[in-house]
């Protein structure tokens, strides 16, 4: 029997192929294959290329973690620069062109980032992607179904909102749900509840199906992504020492450098001690492999990953140390600010609350220092007084303040009595009269204070300061929260309510984190705080002073910080607040009253003076001498 021939058309056989193609399953690829695959790079240095997975190697796993059997939820706390917002894109795109689903991308707020995403690195993908470009559907002004921030495709939709809109998180059902930045989402939406909770919801009905990748940069200790973080395996990459082939992980602690030079800052291998350069750190990385640290854990539907920008190849390791020089001579003057930010984008690790706003009264103790022969040295040019009202006594602190608010503690009283009765608030007076003996060879009397009216002296605080308003004498009430140092005062008034003086409000927290930050200063020059060997600058001053500690906990995922007292009495620190908030209100031209005194200085040397006397505190008949 003769077997019959077909003839095929080759025009036919490539027509049904396309077809086939159209209508058949996609070939079975990972995000990071179809990354290499069809991905091209719109924006940063290497725009206009195809994406290569292997530049970067560790974002293999991080990409491929959403086809790990069982796992549904993927976490990843890391830095700035690691690529986290392109794995955030490649993802989106795999799952439009080979496993479509409803889609949603969460960004901190609708506009700007949820708009700056959508246009800046989203829809540029899309348009230079061909893949993505067939799939899908062109933007048209009339279409309701495809805008900036809502996106159709076969199969499914995508949808971009921000963690500040109800309305936006509010749709229907959505399998993969990218979080982008949590630890910036507002903890709640007004009568909605906890926002990541209500996004997360959003994914209830795929179960099993379900794939939330959440992406942060940390901020707090337990703070959303910290918290993610820990309930998963905690994996982090490990790469061969080039010379010793011992795994280790990139840590800061292993970087090295000469001193003041960045140039020479290399990563040390903690086995062998071999200097890694930039060129065998990002080399190795072809080498490397993610590794779970906690391999026991109640969830296994949760993985986790740290990264820093050590690992980018985008960075070098002169510029981390740049970043850290940067940040520590910030620190140095009290703004700890940068450090904590460099914590956070470089080393992608959350900062301990409790780790930088308080002081510990021996480090006081160890850097007191004998002012000489007069009571208020060169450097300090206005003296300014806090009082602290008791029932049983008054306490007053005399700070002297100097260009930069480089400080000096001048002279401290406590002034014991019922303080309903007239003799404590008389020995007040005659300490406001009080001459203090200036280095220039001038005598300095208080130039502002503030006064304490809360508690049950109320009444008796502004009757005191409305017979001394011409002295600069405030009274003022202390306020916790999110408050300025100073705020403009309440007016008088009259009525039932009388009350015949101004009542300035001091921000109690801002002025508190104020002082903690200058009390850390190191270095003399601007926010030092300066603290004589005087017989009362002893032990209990300094305890008194460091009283307090600023606490941050979670409570519900959502941060609360308030200062706490580690003892009973912080008179002082109350003092000291309110020393400053006074010359907040008096706003002296610091620079100016320091050079007029240190020309009186150089008069004095210059003529002959006779030697000056030990100190001796005069009462002045009136007025005060500036």
């Known amino acids: 029997m003769t077997e019959a021939v077909i003839d095929v058309d080759p025009q036919m056989d490539a027509l049904v192929q396309r077809a086939f193609a159209r209508v058949g399953p996609p070939p079975k690829l990972t995000v990071s294959e179809f990354a290499d695959a ?29 086809h790990e059997k069982g796992v549904q939820t993927i976490v990843v706390m890391g830095s700035s620069q690691w690529g986290k917002t ?42 230079a992607t061909e893949v993505l470009n067939a799939k899908v559907s062109k933007k048209r002004s009339k279409d309701a179904s495809n ?35 949590v630890d910036r989402y507002p903890h709640e939406l007004p009568g909605e509840g906890n926002t990541l909770s209500i996004a997360m919801k959003r994914t209830q009905t795929y179960r099993q199906r379900k794939r939330i990748v959440m992406l942060s ?75 779970a640290e906690q391999t026991e854990r109640a969830d296994s539907s949760i993985v986790s990953f740290h990264i820093w920008e050590a690992y980018s190849p985008m960075s070098s390791l002169e510029e981390i140390v740049k970043g850290f020089l940067g940040a520590r001579e910030k620190q140095k003057t009290g703004d700890r600010s940068e450090m904590h930010s460099w914590q956070n984008t470089t080393l992608g690790e959350p900062v301990e609350p409790d780790d930088g706003i308080g002081v510990e009264p021996h480090v006081l103790m160890l850097r007191r ?115 300025p140092i100073m705020a403009s005062p309440s007016p008088r008034r009259w009525g039932r309510d009388e009350r015949e003086v101004p009542l300035y409000t001091v921000g109690t927290d801002a002025s508190k984190a104020l002082l903690m930050s200058r009390l850390g200063v190191t270095e003399r020059g601007p926010g030092y705080v300066h603290l004589p060997t005087a017989v009362w600058c002893d032990e209990e001053f300094c305890l008194q002073v460091t009283a307090e ?28 607040v309110y020393a400053i908030s006074a010359l907040e209100w008096l706003h002296p031209q610091l620079e100016t009253m320091a050079a007029n005194l240190a020309a009186m200085a150089g008069r004095r040397s210059d003529g002959d003076q006779p030697k000056p006397k030990p100190p001796e505190r005069r009462m002045a008949r009136s007025g005060y001498l500036g």
């Open 38 to 66: 069809h991905i091209i790079v719109t924006s940063g240095p290497l725009a206009g290329a195809k994406w290569r997975t292997q530049f970067a190697p560790y974002q293999r796993g991080i990409m491929d973690a959403v």
């Open 86 to 127: 392109a794995c955030g894109v490649n993802i989106v795109a795999y799952h439009i062109a080979h496993d479509p689903c409803p889609i949603l991308v969460v960004e901190p707020s609708v506009d700007p980032m949820g708009k700056d995403f959508a246009k800046n690195r989203l829809d540029p993908v899309i348009e």
């Open 147 to 181: 805008t900036t921030l809502q996106k159709t495709f076969s199969g499914g939709s995508l949808a971009i909102a921000g963690a500040n809109s109800a309305a936006s998180l509010a749709a229907r059902p959505v399998r993969l749900l990218i979080l982008d930045e």
């Open 217 to 291: 940069s940390p901020t707090l200790v337990n703070a959303p992504i910290h918290a993610w973080f820990k309930r998963g395996d905690q994996r982090r990459f490990y790469v061969p020492c080039p010379k010793c082939s011992h795994f280790h992980t990139y840590q800061w602690q292993n970087v090295r450098w000469t001193e003041r030079d960045p140039t020479t800052a290399r990563l040390h291998c903690p086995a062998c001690d071999y200097p890694i350069g930039d060129a065998e750190r990002v080399a190795i990385l072809s080498k490397g492999e993610w590794r």
């Open 369 to 483: 220092e004998d002012y000489g022969r007069t009571e208020v040295p060169q450097g300090a040019c206005c003296l300014t007084m806090g009082v602290d009202t008791q029932d049983d006594r008054l306490e007053a602190l005399v700070v002297g303040w100097g260009p930069g608010y480089e400080s000096w503690v001048i002279d401290r009283h406590t002034f014991s009595g019922d303080t309903s009765q007239p003799q404590p608030w008389a020995q007040l007076d005659r300490m406001l009269e009080m001459r203090y003996r200036h280095e220039s060879g001038a005598t300095l009397m208080v130039h502002a204070s503030s006064i304490d009216s809360g508690g049950h002296r109320t009444a008796i605080v502004y009757d005191w300061v409305k017979r001394r308003e011409a002295r600069n004498i405030y009274a003022i009430i202390g306020r916790d929260g999110q408050r």
């Open 549 to 576: 500690r600023l606490v941050t906990k979670f409570h519900e995922g959502r941060p609360v910080s308030r200062w706490v007292s580690r003892r009973p009495r912080n008179e002082m620190l109350d003092c000291f």
